[in-house]
């Protein structure tokens, strides 16, 4: 969800993200299925009691190396919402409904931040540890911490304060709502998926994010612009 939320805002606001959009959801999705792999197979592997010592000690590594990646993953996730809200900050548009998506943002990733912490605790410690043995902290940091998100995402739904058209988006003034184009990088998908930041593209100078916003602002003559009602706060 939070993944979804943080794309839809940065379509909303195109000339302060740091990514395509797009891009948001096929990198850490595709981080999440590579971490599910990893778990998956640790799992297999620990979990037999077949295997010998050695597989059984891979398993649990690999176990390991899912949970940690996993946390760095969200880490960076995190960065990106901090960089959106300091460059809300900066252009001086962060109207009411941008900062209850960046407010709802930061309390649903401190609570997953939470989860993912005891979870790598958890799993470090193996299955005899501390943790595992007391089933109340599972509860309080894995079951309560998911459940109190759930029911926050949904009394405040993200999706009430964003267009539902993704082609919407909010003019520099911070006031006016405009119908764009819509985000197209034109980069084969792969690079797109390998370098969401085009770090190449900054590197040597073609950054291909099209800037169609900066276009709009200047309409051709006798052409009027296209602007929608701002939405209505739920």
């Given at each position: 969800?939070?993944?979804?939320?943080?794309?839809?805002?940065?379509?909303?606001?195109?000339?302060?993200?740091?990514?395509?959009?797009?891009?948001?959801?096929?990198?850490?999705?595709?981080?999440?299925?590579?971490?599910?792999?990893?778990?998956?197979?640790?799992?297999?592997?620990?979990?037999?009691?077949?295997?010998?010592?050695?597989?059984?000690?891979?398993?649990?590594?690999?176990?390991?190396?899912?949970?940690?990646?996993?946390?760095?993953?969200?880490?960076?996730?995190?960065?990106?919402?901090?960089?959106?809200?300091?460059?809300?900050?900066?252009?001086?548009?962060?109207?009411?409904?941008?900062?209850?998506?960046?407010?709802?943002?930061?309390?649903?990733?401190?609570?997953?931040?939470?989860?993912?912490?005891?979870?790598?605790?958890?799993?470090?410690?193996?299955?005899?540890?501390?943790?595992?043995?007391?089933?109340?902290?599972?509860?309080?940091?894995?079951?309560?911490?998911?459940?109190?998100?759930?029911?926050?995402?949904?009394?405040?739904?993200?999706?009430?304060?964003?267009?539902?058209?993704?082609?919407?988006?909010?003019?520099?003034?911070?006031?006016?709502?405009?119908?764009?184009?819509?985000?197209?990088?034109?980069?084969?998908?792969?690079?797109?998926?390998?370098?969401?930041?085009?770090?190449?593209?900054?590197?040597?100078?073609?950054d291909n994010k099209e800037k169609?916003?900066?276009?709009?602002?200047?309409?051709?003559?006798?052409?009027?612009?296209?602007?929608?009602?701002?939405?209505?706060?739920?």
């Amino acid at each position: 969800m939070n993944y979804i939320v943080l794309a839809r805002t940065l379509y909303y606001v195109p000339y302060l993200t740091p990514i395509h959009p797009g891009r948001v959801l096929s990198t850490f999705i595709g981080l999440d299925v590579v971490i599910g792999a990893l778990t998956g197979n640790g799992a297999s592997y620990s979990a037999n009691t077949t295997n010998s010592p050695s597989q059984i000690k891979m398993g649990r590594d690999l176990i390991r190396a899912s949970i940690i990646l996993q946390l760095g993953a969200f880490v960076g996730f995190i960065g990106l919402e901090v960089v959106l809200h300091q460059r809300l900050l900066k252009a001086r548009i962060m109207n009411a409904r941008l900062k209850m998506i960046i407010v709802l943002l930061y309390a649903s990733s401190a609570l997953i931040l939470v989860r993912n912490i005891y979870r790598v605790v958890s799993v470090w410690e193996g299955y005899d540890g501390y943790l595992e043995t007391h089933e109340a902290f599972f509860y309080v940091f894995d079951a309560t911490l998911m459940l109190v998100n759930s029911v926050m995402l949904n009394v405040k739904y993200p999706m009430n304060y964003l267009p539902q058209n993704n082609k919407i988006y909010l003019a520099p003034d911070g006031i006016t709502e405009r119908v764009g184009p819509g985000w197209d990088d034109k980069r084969p998908f792969l690079i797109t998926l390998f370098d969401p930041f085009d770090i190449v593209g900054l590197i040597r100078g073609k950054d291909n994010k099209e800037k169609f916003w900066e276009e709009e602002e200047k309409p051709e003559e006798g052409k009027p612009q296209t602007s929608v009602e701002p939405n209505k706060i739920v």
